[in-house]
């Protein structure tokens, strides 16, 4: 059980955090690993904040309580800084990844990070799903991230399961499952880590 | 969803079709969930007792316009040859529809209670 | 995300979208329904393979739970394999369509997930609204994950048609935790659902008209009595044909399925009785409970209709100490509703291990390990005398 990965997503509503967290256990599935992603139901509105997870493991995973101390916490709205405490019930190691274009030392300092107990990770998800998607929607960007910091599977099995989705979904909108496979190798590649 | 040989089977098998449902039945000698397992049942149930008042014909008045063999909610009326043989009271609740549906200036049909000698009531009471 | 990608043999879905899969191999001739959150999911996507011709059912899109149950009823004593699928207060308003299918003896099976009852209101899992049906005459099947639901709604289609028992069935999974939380499903190919649940077989359908019949004719004090004598006497029948069809299953799928899961029961000294996703969550403190040398052992309760006091009987009279977990108070002033089964199923074992209740995730409140390992270690501590201090405990509530 030590090593079943735990993860927090927050995000507004309308963002996709639900969606990271489901597309991200579906690939995960697909390699083989056993998978859990459930969101936190609340007032559903757009641009509200919600919160989703994922367990992922190498074996069944039984548990089905909340998560609450999650070794990894994805934040896809840079507006959050100041008004959520992401690092709540973060464990000592834990890692923290910020759509943001600020880099991770400041981003460190603006949270108020002071030791090195938990890992500040950056990515700039916004401007990549837009250069790459023509769309401000960071998911896909994130979980592109998310993947290369939890190392949850390699970057070939993400795409491969990613692209054969998104065709069901997009297969009308070739450009578009590019742009997303883009995003999320681009992510995978850059995330810088404090 | 229509009866197939499995469902002709599980039929054979399991559910009492033909038999009758005696008033003693045990519980599993019942067709389950008190289905009533065939069609026309309702003629094993006279509704002759519960009549206070019966309708007496008068066959010299009787026009055998049939209005009396046309309402009458339990077939009471008995018709041969186009014409009105008198009434089967073995159904007869005693309803008096027949009374009333009588064109009023022929007025073959009355109502006298259970009680009264009458005649000219045909059928068998 | 279109649901055709994922009919592969194992895939990672929802609840509910594996109770839709489920539901879609099943392909029952008539669906009516009305959406409730949480189960909306599961009529929406059902009404989608109508819409996009996967399915060739036909669906009643009705005003009403009150109808939709309805509407299934006339649909099965028509002659029709037919579902609907509810939660919560739509449960509650099909209460009198409930005694009136079982009674009719019509083998409908419905996916209920599990969300507790207002008021006040609450739209979050706990068992308030199956627990208070659980007298309504219809077999329960309760469901610990995903996958449970999937392979409980397949083998409640043969449980109920079994012309032994011919009963509605009702299969619950926890609202949210389990019918919206992603995990890995194994589905069996369309095919092999086919010939596992065969056709359906209604000996009475209405419209064979050939064969003239009356369903849900009067009947009063000469035969309504033996009548639910024989409804009775199937419920006690259908003990035999679940663990029949749980095992015929296993040969299928390598998941074998019985009344009760005893998990590490061998040598326990104490035992946890858990139903649904609670069960999960147990099982994890149970390992860590073993690792640290400590006897314990979980009773999960999957079929709670027909209650399984003789088997439960077995494995509890073994042990030191129960806590039986409830997630629904029965308002009795003496705890929840498993708790006074599980407690009536001990009075007949010789050795009788002491007993107490744990009321907990009322209206979705979380129950994490800590919890339930605190539950765990408490009923470690009962001797004689002391249950009397508190048969009834409410657990994660704040004081």
Known sequence: MTNMLEIRWHGRGGQGAKTAALLLAEAAAAAGKHVQAFPEYGPERMGAPVVSYNRISDTPITLHSAVLSPGYVAVLDPTFIGSIDFTAGMPENGALLVNTDTPALQLRERLGLQNDSIKVYTIDATGISEANIGRPIPNTSMLGAMVAVAQVMELDDLLQDTERRLEKKFHDRPRLIQGNLAAITQAYKEVECR | ?125 | MALQEKLTKTAALTGNEAAAQAMRQIHPDVVAAYPITPQTEIVQLYSTFVNDGIVHTEYVAVESEHSALSATIGAAAAGARSMTATSSNGLAYMWEMLYIAAGLRLPIVMPVVNRALSGPINIHCDHSDTMGARDAGWIQIYSENAQEMYDNLIQAVRIAENPDIMLPVMVTMDGFIISHGMENVELLPDRAVEEFIGEYRYPYALLDIENPRTIGPLTLQDFYFEHKRAQADAVVKAKTVILKVGEEYGQLTDRSYELIESYRMEDAEYALVVLGSTAGTAKYVIDELRQDGEKYGLVKIRVCRPFPAVRLGEVLSRVTAVGVMDRADSFSGEGGPIFAEVRAALYGVSHRPHCINYIYGLGGRDIGPDLIRSAALDIKSLKDGSESDSLVRYLGVRE
């Open chain 2, 1 to 125: 969803m229509t009866e197939s040989s499995q469902t002709k089977n599980l039929l054979k098998d399991h559910v009492i079709i033909d038999k009758a449902i005696e008033p003693n039945a045990g519980w599993r000698d019942l067709p389950i969930g008190a289905v009533i397992p065939k069609g026309g049942t309702s003629r094993q149930f006279t509704t002759g007792d519960w009549r206070t008042i019966r309708p007496v014909w008068s066959p010299e008045k009787c026009i055998h316009c049939h209005r009396c063999w046309l309402y009458c909610p339990d077939m009471c009326w008995v018709s041969e040859d186009k014409k009105i043989q008198g009434v089967d009271l073995t159904n007869c609740k005693g309803c008096g529809i027949c009374a009333n549906v009588c064109p009023t200036k022929v007025h073959a049909i009355e109502m006298h209670p259970e009680d009264t000698k009458t005649e000219h009531t045909a059928g068998e009471d």
